[in-house]
């Protein structure tokens, strides 16, 4: 165990369903991330919170919406996705500022948009 | 500039011999190298790191080389096992926190 979780570990949504992705972290830091990881395809950084801020969004569609209430906890929000959003979402955290640049994953939440 | 190449993109290595997976950075202000190892249904999980004034780390049978004048460093596993078997990604981090992967190579380890 990494210290960061996630849930739920599969879902399966229909284009016009709205749904949301939880993390939590349990490892004191304070920043955290949401990564695509499709087939084939390099790690894909979708949203930065720093410090409860976001502080990066790498055109990330808006169908996608994220919301970080607290340095523990990070949601995804989602509604009409497309069947190309079907990939695995990771969420990481890390200790920004800190002298270490490691971040940890959570086990990822596997999405098939229908 | 931002991106990290990584090669090959699958490997294949008989019990016990040795796995040597590649990366390549261009950005001088990359400041630190993880690598992560992935099993299927899995996240991501750091496995080793280095800083670029050292040029080799050593972790048990995991030991990274890092070349700061070529600009790669490289993932050398000795005695692979067929635990080895996953799929490991080699990162670059500014101080800023700002993190890139490589898109990552497929591991095979035979019995």
């Known amino acids: 165990e990494t210290g960061v979780t996630q849930t739920p570990r599969h879902l399966v949504m229909g284009m016009t369903n709205k749904k949301s992705l939880k993390c939590e972290q349990h490892l004191g830091h304070n920043a955290m991330y949401w990564y695509k990881q499709s087939a084939k395809k390099p790690l894909e950084l979708m949203f930065v919170y720093n410090f409860k801020e976001q502080t990066e969004n790498n055109s990330v569609p808006s169908r996608f919406s994220p919301e970080c209430p607290n340095s523990s906890h990070l949601f995804l929000h989602l509604h009409t996705l497309q069947p190309e959003d079907s990939a695995l979402y990771l969420c990481?955290?890390?200790?920004?500022?800190?002298?270490?640049?490691?971040?940890?994953f959570g086990p990822g939440t596997r999405l098939t948009v229908t | 500039q931002q991106q990290v190449k990584q090669s090959p993109q699958s490997l294949i290595v008989q019990k016990g011999g040795i796995s040597i997976i590649n990366c390549a950075y261009e950005?001088?202000?990359?400041?630190?190298f993880p690598w992560y190892q992935q099993f299927p249904g899995k996240g991501p999980a750091l496995l080793i790191a280095i800083r670029p004034d050292v040029s080799e780390k050593k972790e048990g049978r995991f030991t990274i080389s890092f070349n700061k004048s070529a600009k790669q460093f490289s993932l050398h596993i000795m005695d692979s096992q067929p635990g080895d078997s996953a799929t490991y990604f080699c990162?670059?981090?500014?101080?800023?926190?700002?993190?890139?992967f490589g898109p990552g190579t497929r591991l095979s380890v035979l019995p």
């Open positions: 950005n001088t202000a990359f400041d630190y």
């Open positions: 990162a670059a981090v500014t101080r800023g926190q700002n993190f890139v």
């Open positions: 990481a955290s890390s200790q920004a500022g800190g002298g270490k640049y490691e971040q940890y």
